[in-house]
């Protein structure tokens, strides 16, 4: 059996008196792929966030590797072994693609990822190592934020809105690399609004509404409908 390398039980976040997120409890075993599936505003970037220690619950536990997360700065939590790749992207804008590579490697953490193998899996970052990496194409720039996220070595990757605002053709590329991202065995929690192609490509993933899970389970476990009642709460 796997061991969880991500546990997080009971956990309630809000913001001021707001409650974002009601006593959700989730695992994730090294080297599986995890969907996090909902509508805007169920809570996903809200989980996320809390788990790179950028937003502190109220109340529950992170456990990474067995050891809390409570209290440690983002930058601690990176050099555990967690990166996350944010929606939007979040690129440096005054720096060239290759320096936004390298700042993602800052923490040194040991492991298969280093600036050569990012090129190998995006070539075309290769060849525009020296442009702005905002000047480049949205597709290009999620390469650059998957990258940047890579080159930390990480146990456990975060993957915010993959696909978020991409162009179908772009998104079918990214997806097809996916493999050779996850390949070195790291596990994997990717938040996607497409929920068929979220489903096609992970093991097992977990559906948020209004900030509690309303259903989770095997990836291929549940008919369209009832993924549909639990993602709309009808």
């Known amino acids: 059996m796997s061991e969880s390398i991500l546990e997080v039980q009971n956990l309630e976040v809000f913001y001021g008196n707001a409650q974002a997120i009601h006593g959700i409890s989730l695992t994730i075993e090294q080297g599986e792929l995890l969907s996090l599936i909902g509508s805007n505003g169920a809570g996903k970037s809200t989980l996320f966030k809390s788990i790179c220690g950028m937003v ?28 996350m ?8 804008r005054s ?6 590579l390298i700042l993602g490697g800052y923490v040194r953490r040991p492991g298969p990822w280093t600036l050569q193998k990012v090129y190998d899996v995006f070539p075309i ?5 020296d442009y702005p990496a905002t000047s480049l194409s949205g597709g290009q720039q999620q390469m650059v934020a998957i990258g940047r996220a ?4 990480p146990e456990l ?29 790291m596990a994997t929690i990717l938040v996607e609004q497409d929920v068929t192609r979220a489903m096609q490509v992970s093991d ?16 291929d476990a549940f008919s369209h409908d009832e993924i549909s009642a639990a993602y709309f709460g009808t």
Do not use: W
């Open 56 to 83: 502190r619950p109220r109340s529950g536990t992170i456990n990474f590797k067995g050891q809390t997360t409570a209290g440690l700065s983002p930058a601690r939590i990176t050099e555990m072994g967690i990166a």
């Open 85 to 92: 790749v944010p929606e939007g992207r979040r690129l440096f």
């Open 95 to 100: 720096l060239s693609v290759e320096e936004n």
């Open 125 to 129: 970052l290769k060849e525009r190592k």
């Open 150 to 153: 890579l080159m930390s070595n």
């Open 157 to 185: 990757l975060l993957l915010d809105e993959l696909s978020l605002g991409l162009a179908p053709v772009v998104i079918k590329d990214i997806y097809e690399l996916l493999p050779k991202i996850l390949g070195e065995g």
């Open 204 to 219: 097992h993933f977990v559906c948020m509404l209004e900030g509690r899970i309303s259903l989770s389970g095997q990836s």
